[in-house]
């Protein structure tokens, strides 16, 4: 398969583009099963 060549690429991790917040913790779990690291689930408390 061919390597696709960019002349920029924009990281937006503080969400000012777009909310990045969803893409992000795909690809984090996305990694995290491709290294078959195990998850741990947390309870987010919202104040």
């Keep these: 398969m061919a390597r696709q060549q960019f002349d920029l690429i924009v ?4 969400g000012i583009l777009m909310d990045s ?4 913790t795909r690809s984090i779990q996305a990694a995290c099963r491709d290294l078959r690291l195990r998850s741990r689930r947390m309870n987010r408390r919202v104040m």
């Design 11 to 14: 990281f937006d991790w503080d």
């Design 21 to 24: 917040t969803t893409h992000i």
